[in-house]
């Protein structure tokens, strides 16, 4: 059976990940492995009700870091851990990053808080048999789950709302001012910093098939596609 891999994708909303997050999919298929394809908050039917209240519902900033990690907790153990186990291709649209980001970076939310959340709900002890070995055979030691790979579509944040002008009716999220999407921006800056040999940053400005083969080559680089 083939290693399970686990690929997030990131960036502001505008940022331009959904057609390369498709395309990779079916690149992958090509080559005959099974894909999971699913997002966050999200990809279960509890995360995708939870995902409605955090993106419509005005809370304080903790109540909403708690439940995008209480979604994260049920896509984990009920989607991407199985998937992994069963040595799927997982593409997560957003993951964890996105919550340093979006939560830290932009609301200004307690880092530490979120540092142990994420501690408690990626924690890979909790994640079932099958999952731990797997990991096994990948050698790994890791006390938490995170992504392979995390692909980091970067884009000025005046640049991504001018792709969203008119694009549909924002969110909570995406009608926060340009100076939110900055500090989402610094955010994720932050974590590439802090594990750089997971993150690919991308540049998102140039045109479409510019930035679909700096997105291909990088998986290339990795021997995952040809
Ligand atoms: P999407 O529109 O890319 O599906 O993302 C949903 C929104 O939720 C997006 O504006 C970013 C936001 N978000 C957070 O604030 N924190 C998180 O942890 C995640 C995963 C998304």
Redesign the pocket.
Known sequence: MMNGLFISFEGI?GAG?STHIAALAEAFKARGRTVTLT???GGTPLAEKLRAL??NDSMDALTEALL?FAARRDHLTTVIAPALARGEVVLC????D??FA??GGGRGFDLEVLSKLELWAQDIQGLGNGFLQELGKKGEAAAILQPDLTVWFDLPPEEAAQRLVGARVP?K??SQPVEFFRRVVEGYADRMRGDSSRFARIDSSPPRELVWASVYQVFADKGWLP
Do not use: G, M, N
């Open positions: 909303d990940k997002r966050e908050p955090i993106l995008i649209d957003r993951f964890t996105a919550t979006y939560q969110d999220f995406e």
